[in-house]
């Protein structure tokens, strides 16, 4: 209530409504220890309802972490404190998840809950045997996604996920009951849930309901019955106190009704010594489980699982393969050849689709499917859920131990937007195998053809867009993108594509982002520019302008974020700043020329598609769209002519 | 079947399950008149489950719509075919809404039944008293935006409003237990829906089904307990038929088993009878129908609706009144002015915002709630439901008669944009009211400022967005959105801004998508193109470069969109085609640089946010992102000086 009114901003409602609840949870039931924020067996806690950050704040501080400091709260909302608006999992240890857009926190604890079942499946009770703690609010419980992730952990048997529903009763714009006429408890019910009720600001309450819930093999929600901004005698129970300080008066009355005599950020002794000695409960847990890793045999493979290292010695012998004897394939085919060897590589790998697996070509011969009966399994059935996948590859990507990649087509990659935004945002390592590219899908269609979607992700900070154009390219980008930190997408291709690289190359051309696949052999006049299924295009093209004497760079460019990160002489080299009189630069690509500019400049050419597609096979809408050899041959030949340039 | 096999290309296997449920449907329970199919009384009928596409086409032709005609349903998902692989709106009159983005169908359904309801209490039973009927599969049962549809229909309590749900137990991956433990009728009866259950494969039944559900005053959810691909012997309940032609010899086996002796494409002359005089069931409700309307004092009015005329004459004493006093106010509060003057103008609008009416200022002063008690009301409460909010609008859209507009962040556009898509792809006049467009939202932080959204959505084919600067602007972008048959974006600051318009103009300078707001003084070196609220920054920097003896053009570009269709001669007047050593180009918006070299160039300066936002009051973010006059007008001059433009 003090830090919201220094801001004069932010969300009091929440951390006042929750406040004995949380208590419950951090006092009694919670494992973590402070000293050791990172300690790979605590329980995860998700503040679903990422508005109530000062909520969460308040408890690292209160128990012992480090970090925030009471100045790091005094400062809550301003530029420089990690106690951000919502709570970001980058700025402070203790937050597991980045929250705010609502029902993710949900979803991803879904996540981090599998990513529990599936180590312990490994590992054993001995070194995994923690839970996954959330509260939601009914911002959460209305949002679509919460029906996915309900499904997921429903059908996974989550019994270690508890969600605890703050039943205010109340949203911004008023009471629930002007937009929600549900049982929410049914519902969850419907799904495979257990559920309980209890008071809300009764902590002895909640901490029973907590105990009900672990003792339930099911995933449970616990309806918390409360009041929003519970303290404050003239706001409490109203949407007032949601998102903005209560001011001084009715800070002032609430001292008075809460029964609390000290000045804003004074915590009373006795009160930092209880809370203090709360956050230190799990310190013997800590220490015992330290012993039990120090006795396991597993215990240098699990550290390296958790730390997160990739090995990438399958990358050379797979791709000596594939130089040696090149395949026609689709790069969905090649996506799974390359999963061949990285699920034979790197257990750490989970794979998914969101109900096409056949589609996304994600399943490896010998993954088993993770089930609710075998969580050691290393596949998962997703169900049609795009979105609901993305926000549980999050959480299991920021639990750790686990690489989560999962499929959908292309097109659905705005289902899942929200996530990979998150993803992006919390550096999350998540790779999307987004198949069905282009309009090389052919008949399903302009509801499924994606045209700005490419260069929609390619405009989101701290996402790695790739769009190989064969299987060795396929395998490199798989490489690239499991060594990053951070989430990529892989766009590829439903049709067959011929190889174009057929040499031996000692490095990951594709991870610099593009490269010259071939140099121009008459003199250069024309830097043909493609990504994806369009590169045997313009390797085509180029043939037609060097048959008329016409010099034509190739430059195969599967990820533009990767070549703009590359220092200014490769770029130079790859894409020569000179005069748009010397040398035309044509981008094709099958999807929207939107933000092709950067690369061809304003007078180049961009070929592609700028409307919807339309429904027919994939060969007759390349026809029809302009995007074959002898439809762009000329237009770049009239347009060398009109500028004078042979 | 035989489309499918003509096609190798497409889905059986739902068609063949729900044929007898659909027979039921369009025999005995559909109002609909193929020789009118605008006609406005009619049902409406959405295929969410849209890769079954073959049975609307199938139901189309044999009930005697004019087309498709046989031979289009020959030439089934090829190119020029109207038989699309999903069915399309604007396609084929019959086919309510464009479906195959699962889901989405059911959604679009709910804002058609809210769509029914609203005109039914202005018009009464005698010009409005139709139905909305949907055919969902269990993706769309799965997918997230379901919850939100339920959730909606059944706070809304829209009895008109029902689900055939295709229960056949069968996705792609394989049976629904791979993904799926759900209670589909406890789920649905939580939210306040009625629930039947029958053979699907027995019309009689289905029928009788159908009666209970238009009997009872919820909405109904019918479970169909089919089987997929019925019919063909070998392959009918597995996953086999869902996707992929069944293959000559199974068709062949299925015509045995169905006792089926015609060949391909040949409907035997009963069977045309039988289903021509089914599809003339409607034509005496049609004849009455229109004795009605001719009997009605509202059959103007009721016409005019129907068409969608929008009367623009609010827009000039709107502006008048703002040129005579401009006001300093957030452009949303802005649009809020605009609107007062729209809705008191424009009776079809139907506004509403996705829990954050008080931010996204879309409620007007004589706006009643649209409710079960009053569903002539304008103003929806959607619920945390954005994506659901979107959807529903298409369907509003869709129905006619209505003009949506909804609110509500525009970094939630990434939770809508499934939707927004379809609005594109379909033309539906939807009109997106998105605040808080900017890092200028300030302490919410990265989860809640949009960075990438705004280049993402002007990506999008047949969609456009606007980001005006201010009351002026906000008033023009609204007539211009309202006059457009597409959907809109309107991007709008949470931030007050400074008048910049401040003289009357004979035309709706917005409409033009970009214009000079201020002529350079000294002798132009550069052009300032701004958006929204960095346009009085642009104003800034501009005065600062005349300090200078800098001649500088000031830019204003609500909407790149509308400023590419414009003639040549204009744009070339607004950003001549000079080189960049004479004319230097930056562009102001506070969001990525991505795609701004459309209108910079290479060599231009394109100033904004490559990277995600942080949590701080407004003032100071932009003071850290450098997007200020003090920091943009010393990068100008340094560069100018580079370029030896001085």
């Known amino acids: 209530m003090d830090a919201v009114e220094a801001a004069n901003s932010g969300h009091p409602g929440m951390p006042m409504g929750m406040a004995d609840a949380a208590t419950a949870l951090f006092t009694r ?6 000293a050791d924020p990172h300690w790979p067996d605590r329980d995860r806690f998700v503040l679903s309802a990422g508005h109530g950050s000062m909520l969460l704040y308040a408890l690292l501080h209160l128990t012992g ?15 420089g404190s990690p106690c951000a608006g919502h709570p970001e999992n980058y700025e402070l240890a203790g937050v597991e998840a ?12 879904v996540g981090m809950a599998i990513a529990v079942r599936h180590l312990n499946a490994i590992y054993g009770d001995d070194l995994v045997d923690h839970r996954t703690f959330v509260i939601a609010g009914d911002g959460c419980l209305m949002e679509g996604i919460n029906h996915e992730a309900v499904g997921l952990a429903g059908h996974l048997k989550l019994g270690r996920l508890i969600v ?6 109340i949203t911004i714009d008023g009471s629930t009951d002007l937009s929600r006429n549900e049982d929410v408890l049914a519902r969850y019910a419907a799904g495979g849930w257990h559920t309980v009720e209890c008071d809300g600001l009764d902590a002895g309450k909640v901490s029973r309901a907590l105990d009900e819930a672990v003792a339930d093999e099911r995933p449970t929600l616990i309806r918390c019955k409360t009041i929003i901004g519970y303290g404050a005698p003239n706001k409490q129970g109203t949407a007032a106190t949601h998102g903005a300080a209560l001011g001084k008066d009715e800070v002032e009355a609430a001292r008075k009704e809460l029964g609390w005599d000290y000045p804003p950020f004074e915590i009373p002794t006795d009160v930092a010594k209880g ?18 890793l120090d006795a396991s045999k597993k215990k240098t493979e699990f550290l390296a699982r958790i730390a997160g290292k990739i090995d990438d010695r399958w990358l050379k012998p797979h791709v000596d393969a594939l130089i040696a004897k090149p395949p026609t394939v689709a790069t969905r085919k090649a996506s799974e050849m390359a999963l061949e060897a990285i699920n034979a590589a790197i257990p750490a790998t989970i794979g998914g689709s969101a109900d096409l697996t056949g589609s996304n070509n994600t399943k490896t011969k010998n993954q088993e499917p993770l089930t609710a009966e075998n969580y050691a399994g290393r596949y998962i059935y997703y169900g049609i859920r795009e979105f609901g996948m993305a926000a549980a590859m999050n959480g299991m990507a920021l639990h750790g131990g686990v690489v989560p990649y999962g499929g959908t087509f292309l097109i659905f990659s705005d289902y899942c937007r929200p996530a990979i935004r998150l993803s992006a945002l919390q550096n999350a390592r998540v790779i999307y195998v987004m198949t069905h590219d282009s309009i090389g899908l052919g008949e399903d269609g302009p509801t499924h053809q994606p045209i700005e979607q490419l260069q929609s992700l390619r405009a989101m900070p701290q996402l790695e867009v790739y769009r190989p154009a064969d299987a060795v390219e396929t395998a490199e980008c798989w490489a690239a993108a499991l060594e990053t930190d951070g989430p990529s997408v892989l766009a590829l291709s439903r049709q067959n594509l011929a190889p174009v690289r057929t040499k031996a190359s000692a490095r990951n051309l594709c991870a610099r982002g593009a490269y010259r696949l071939r140099k121009a052999a008459a003199t250069r006049k024309v830097i043909l520019i493609a990504t994806g299924s369009e590169v045997e295009i313009a390797l085509a093209v180029g043939d037609k302008l060097e048959a008329q004497g016409i010099g034509a760079d190739i430059v195969s460019m599967p990820s533009t974020e990767r070549f703009d990160a590359q220092d200014a002489d490769y770029r130079e080299d790859i894409l020569p700043d000179v005069s748009n009189t010397k040398i035309l630069r044509v981008s094709i690509e099958a999807g929207t020329t939107f933000g092709w500019e950067r690369y061809t400049g304003l007078h180049g050419l961009r070929i592609g598609i700028d409307r919807f597609g339309a429904s027919a096979p994939a060969a007759d809408l390349y026809e029809k769209f302009g995007l074959t050899p002898d439809a762009i041959a000329p237009r770049v030949v009239a347009l060398l002519t009109k500028r004078k340039m042979l």
């Open 65 to 79: 972490y480090e970090r925030p400091t009471i100045d790091d709260i005094k400062c809550f909302r301003q530029l």
């Open 275 to 292: 809370w203090h000695a709360a956050g230190q409960r799990g310190s013997v847990d800590r220490a015992e489980w330290h012993r039990r």
């Open 29 to 34: 039931h919670l494992k973590y220890d402070p």
């Open 164 to 169: 605890m529903w703050d039943d205010n009763r």
């Open 98 to 109: 980045t929250t705010g857009p609502l029902g993710q926190g949900l979803a991803m604890a």
